[in-house]
């Protein structure tokens, strides 16, 4: 009894201490007005800076009329990946300048790619000092702008950065818009990232085999392969059969509009005609293909376990073919091959070639935003507008220090040194977002890929996918569940390790039907066609 | 007597020493193939896969690592200052808490280690603990960051304080409250040099999880200058996970390049290389017999 | 029996006690007790913008996705199977290998074997999954290279479940013995020479003195060591399933347990709440069974129980 009541004390304790600090948590989060609470939050480097800067801070000339810069401050600039080791010194100098320009210094933060996910998240929704973050349709920008974790750009946009405003078109500006609003700054830097069959050209010509142009030629190609060098695996695919495979393949074979999940499928030709691939005559059809190739011996038996990277197996020698990569990544692994073993060479078909259509960049792609917690937004885009409309900036935070990182040689990119002892290579800060067109400067290998963007140029179509921000709250838990159904009995499948495909199709279906998957589609459907009629598409 | 004794006992080594020596040998086989792995070049590991001697001898991935030597080497220093350091002070309070928590005329002691052991039942998972250490103890940044979540654990507090309960016998410490000494005195100058193997246990595994924590760095550190030395391995091994997951859509390109397995492995080795060097020397206080006798005396 | 003011008149009493103890309790008070208010995240639904506790309560649809999938059963079953053979094989091979070790005569044997067992508790699973798939890959794993050049049919390992739950258990036994192996041995050190000197002059042999006074002192650790790893029966060794398994699917039926379920379900969805509500429910479960184990042990031997 007595122990009981001890114990009771002791809890209400910890309650009591518990909420105090919870007390405390909340008001922070509410803190719009929070500029009492200011000083406290701020970073020890923020107010050491700032003690430093206070005579200088007169010098406010080059800002923007719309803002008020009297006040110093120090921002947060959060980006994905790994920091460069030259970033102490690109980062001292762009405070400089900031600090002249704007009355503002950053601190550059990189994620690295431990865990990014998670750490994206936390960064998001703890109310953490960020000002600004980078966004990309595969860090879900629309589900986080959609559940309100960045905050609407259009009235900062003409008083904070007017410059930056113009610069962007407004046709980006609206593709970004999520319910109405903008988000996040995108890119203006137009690149393809859509696939295109990858191959050994060496081998092709040495066996004379048909150039893959379509999936009848690269099953051609595969079989010659199978044929001639019985050790190499004619395709690398990789554990994620689903992107790498079903994905690519549909998207190339079958012309779909964009990764649908849940089995949804649309053409890109008819976006509104939606029907479910699973369980369709078509899927099966396709899945039979798979497994033909399964046993033919194209890709491995253990393909879902596999750990190298499939551009690794082909620059090693252990796969000829893939299907699907873009044509910088595809450039890459040819420059790594030829570096290893000068004799082999990489061929390369946009899918273009058999669809008929290539869709450049979505501007979603690519952008900064500004995180809901931010309390200094103007400054934060104003500086933003800086790093991709000033050419110091810009230059600096893309490829270092002119002389000591890089040089420029006939309007070419050069790195001094090699990745490893160069402290900054090229776009080192990982500055996808900021690309300034006017200012990038290019490797000379890289003229194979802008060969193959003009080449993609000539048929280029909007990206309708991209912009749609589905809405999955009301299916949440049937969504997970069946997340977990596709892993269990649609992978193997897809690897072709499934005996009997019909039988496996149907425990596929069964157990996805259970899990939800008619009221999922049932509202992705009515969710997309209200996105298409929305947005004008056809 | 005596020669059943032998007899018996030849037996009890014959049996000890040959399922030892295959427990060893299973034990460092994989060690072997990393060690070798680390030694070969990337593209046969790729083609070939592992092997337990380099089938193609390079030392590229030690060159990769060491060529700019200064991270490395500031990570070996962070985390011998976290492991150091937070041993030492973890190793303090847990010993001084295992010890009250043993008292059998300490009355609540069921009741504080109940409150202890529950944590490892209930947690508030990661986000209020990430908000915990950012925003309420503001460690960002810091050592403290590295320190503080690893510092103590329940397992090694109860294990400490059984390890305690029957190192040092209550009439030792009876006696020694007779003669007039203080509680803290009994646990500094006659409880400790009892615990000793107790103690280089606990601090063993304090010292690992200190060595092998690569998580707070991840969470809580932006500076790469506080990089611990796992992170280190474990960026290394993510990194080109995430450009196997990443597809083809996402148009990512690395400029600093794909680690090679051979760095991977290079990089395992530089790792754990050293915090191998620990066991042998905490093993020289796993001497039987040695402090009781001691003390007794 | 105390009086009303017991609690107050202990605090004076053993003053110094309570000081020694108070940074621990501090510190868990601080570090695990304070967050718990996150379990609340379990309830409600998740908003970037409001605090936690004014967020819409939506009672009990956070667990939903656990029992969706109609493998909540199925996931339970294998993680509880799982551990409790980890907990019974690990125990009884550390304890035997540990026993073995002391006895050994040869010091630098001793040595030697020990640092040489403890080594596998170095290797990252990430690592360890890049051998295994050495080894029994298909077409050109170790396993079946040595099979065809014996003349016998190559096996394909990565598509029988039932053969993993063999690899797993010896692997996480590889992996994780040397540890607890390492608490026996210090809980051997600390048992008094004076036993096995009295065992000796009464005629027994090393079996016997093993059986009959190394291992029941080792109860005491070994309650330990079990009441640990059931409290968190429910968890643990997601490293070990994911690493090993992946993403194929053909082994989940026997290798699936509730974490690396969790983990696929929710890396798609990044939602606080799900997660939460999975970790208190695997929380609750542990919780039960503890309540119930420690009870058995505190009446059979109060020395025993943990609390």
């Known amino acids: 009894m007595l122990k009981n009541v001890n114990k009771s004390a002791g809890v209400a304790l910890s309650m009591a201490l518990m909420a105090s600090v919870f007390a405390g948590c909340s008001g922070s989060n509410n803190g719009e007005a929070g500029a009492s609470s200011e000083p406290a939050k701020a970073s020890p480097s923020a107010s050491q800076s700032s003690s430093a800067a206070a005579s200088s801070s007169a010098a406010a000339s080059a800002v923007p009329a719309g803002i008020d810069t009297s006040k110093k401050v120090h921002l947060q600039f959060y980006m994905l990946g790994n920091a460069p080791k030259d970033l102490p010194k690109v980062e001292a100098e762009i405070n400089k300048m900031a600090q002249e320009d704007l009355n503002a210094t950053v601190t550059f933060n990189f994620t690295t790619w431990t865990d990014w996910d998670q750490k994206y998240k936390l960064l998001l929704s703890t109310g953490q000092d960020v000002d600004l973050i980078f966004t990309a349709d595969w860090t879900q920008y629309q589900q986080y702008a959609k559940k309100g974790a960045f905050q609407p750009l259009d009235d900062l946009l003409p008083t904070a950065a007017p410059a930056l405003n113009d610069f962007v078109p407004k046709d980006m500006w609206n593709a970004v818009k999520i319910n109405g609003k903008i988000y996040t700054v995108p890119a203006t830097y137009q690149e393809y990232v859509t696939n295109g069959f990858v191959w050994r050209e060496d081998l092709r010509k040495k066996y004379n085999l048909p150039t893959p142009v379509d999936i009848p030629t690269f099953e051609a190609y595969m079989d010659g392969i199978k044929k001639n060098e019985p050790t190499l695996q004619p395709l690398a695919i990789g554990s994620d059969v689903r992107g790498s495979l079903n994905d690519t393949y549909l998207d190339v074979f079958r012309k779909k509009v964009g990764a649908l999940p849940y089995g949804m499928f649309a053409s890109y030709d008819k976006p509104a005609e939606m029907t479910s691939y699973w369980g369709s005559p078509e899927q099966l059809e396709d899945l039979k293909r798979f497994k033909s190739w399964a046993d033919k011996g194209y890709f491995s038996k253990n393909e879902l376990n596999e750990k190298a990277t499939n551009q690794e197996k082909l620059v090693n020698g252990t796969a000829a073919a893939m299907l699907g990569d873009n044509p910088t990544r595809f450039n890459q692994t040819n420059g790594n091959m030829k570096s290893l073993h000068p004799d082999w060479e990489l061929g390369y078909t946009p899918f273009a070639v058999a669809t008929g259509y290539a869709t450049p960049v979505h501007p979603i792609h690519n952008g900064f935003a500004i995180p809901a917690s931010s309390k200094n937004a103007e400054r934060a885009l104003a500086f933003y507008e800086k790093m991709v409309l000033d050419k110091r900036y810009n230059l600096l935070t893309q490829y270092g220090f002119e002389g000591t990182n890089y040089t420029v040689d006939g309007g070419y990119y050069k790195m001094v040194g090699d990745a490893n002892t160069n402290g900054f290579p090229r776009e080192g800060m990982q500055g996808w977002a900021w690309r300034n067109p006017e200012f990038m400067l290019f490797e000379p290998s890289y003229d194979g890929v802008k060969a193959i963007f003009d080449q993609l140029d000539k048929v280029q179509k909007p990206d309708i996918y991209t912009g749609f921000a589905e809405d999955y709250t009301e299916y949440q838990a049937e969504r997970s569940a069946l997340e977990q159904v596709e892993k269990q009995y649609l992978f193997p499948l897809l690897a072709g390790q499934v005996k009997d495909v019909e039988g496996g199709v149907k425990t596929f279906m069964d157990k996805a039907k259970k899990a939800g998957l008619d009221k999922i589609q049932e509202s992705y459907k009515k969710q997309w066609l209200a996105y298409l009629s929305e947005s004008g598409i056809q | 007597m005596k020669i059943k004794e032998d007899r018996s006992s030849v037996w009890f080594q014959l049996i000890a020493h040959a399922v030892v020596v295959a427990g060893s040998i299973l034990c460092i086989l994989p060690f072997l193939l990393i060690v070798s792995a680390s030694f070969t070049s990337n593209a046969s590991i790729i083609r070939d896969g592992y092997s337990l001697w380099p089938k193609d001898f390079s030392w590229e991935g030690y060159k990769v690592i060491f060529q700019v030597p200064d991270e490395v080497l500031r990570a070996y220093g962070v985390t011998s200052t976290v492991t150091v350091a937070g041993t030492a002070i973890g190793l303090l309070l847990m010993t001084m808490a295992g010890y009250v928590l043993q008292r059998k005329d300490f009355k609540y002691r069921n009741f504080f280690s109940f409150f202890i052991y529950f944590t490892t039942l209930f947690g508030g998972g990661l986000v209020p603990y990430y908000m915990l250490v950012n925003n309420y103890l503001k460690f960002t940044d810091s050592y403290y960051a590295l320190i503080w979540p690893s510092l103590m654990t329940p397992f090694l507090i109860i294990l400490m304080r059984s390890f305690i309960g029957s190192a040092v016998p209550d009439e030792v410490v009876e006696s020694a409250k007779i003669d007039g000494a203080g509680d803290f005195l009994i646990y500094w100058r006659i409880v400790m040099p009892l615990a000793v193997p107790g103690l280089a246990t606990i601090g063993l595994f304090l010292a690992l999880h200190y060595w092998n924590d690569w998580f707070s760095s991840a969470l809580f550190i932006n500076d790469t200058a506080k990089y611990q030395l796992q992170f280190y391995l474990y960026n290394i091994i993510n990194t080109s996970s995430f450009l196997t997951s990443i597809g083809a859509g996402a148009g990512i390109i690395l400029s600093e390049g794909i680690p090679s397995e051979t760095m991977k492995m290079s990089m395992a080795v530089v790792v754990t290389g050293p915090i191998l060097l620990l066991y042998p020397f905490v093993q020289r206080y796993f001497v039987k017999g040695l402090t009781i006798g001691a003390v007794k005396g | ?307």
């Open chain 3, 1 to 307: 029996m105390p009086k009303k003011y017991g609690f107050v008149q202990e605090l004076i009493k053993n003053r110094t006690l309570f000081l020694m103890l108070l940074p621990v309790l501090a510190y868990f008070l601080v570090n695990n007790y304070v967050p718990m208010v996150g379990i609340y995240y379990a309830f409600v639904r998740f908003d970037f913008n409001t605090p936690l506790f004014r967020m819409d309560f939506i009672g009990l649809k956070n667990f939903e996705f656990l029992w969706r999938s109609g493998k909540l059963t199925e996931l339970t079953y294998n993680t509880i199977g799982y551990n409790l053979i980890f907990i019974g094989l690990g125990n009884a091979l550390s304890v035997t290998v540990a026993i073995l070790v002391s006895e050994v005569k040869s010091k630098w044997f001793k040595k030697i074997t020990q640092s040489v067992l403890f080594l596998p508790y170095f290797v990252s699973f990430v690592i360890l999954s890049v051998i295994v798939f050495n080894i029994f890959n298909f077409e050109h794993g170790v396993l079946n290279t040595v099979l065809k050049a014996l003349g016998a049919d190559p096996v394909d390992v990565y598509s029988k479940p039932k053969v993993w739950i063999l690899l797993i258990v010896v692997f996480y036994l590889w992996k994780s013995f040397g540890y607890s192996m390492v608490i026996y041995l210090a809980a051997i050190t600390g048992i008094g020479e004076d036993y096995y000197e009295a065992a000796k002059i009464d005629g027994a042999n090393t079996f016997q003195r093993a059986w009959h006074i190394t291992l029941p002192m080792l109860k005491n650790t070994f309650v330990i060591l079990l009441l640990f790893s059931l409290g968190t029966i429910m968890k643990g060794q997601f490293d070990l399933f994911y690493q090993m398994v992946g993403n194929n699917g053909l082994l989940y039926s026997t290798t699936d347990i509730l974490d690396t379920y969790v983990y696929r379900s929710l890396k798609v969805t990044f939602d606080m709440g799900m997660a939460t509500a999975a970790g208190v429910y695997q929380s609750l479960f542990g919780f039960t069974l503890i309540m119930v184990v420690n009870g058995i042990i505190r009446k059979i031997n109060k020395e025993y129980a943990l609390f």
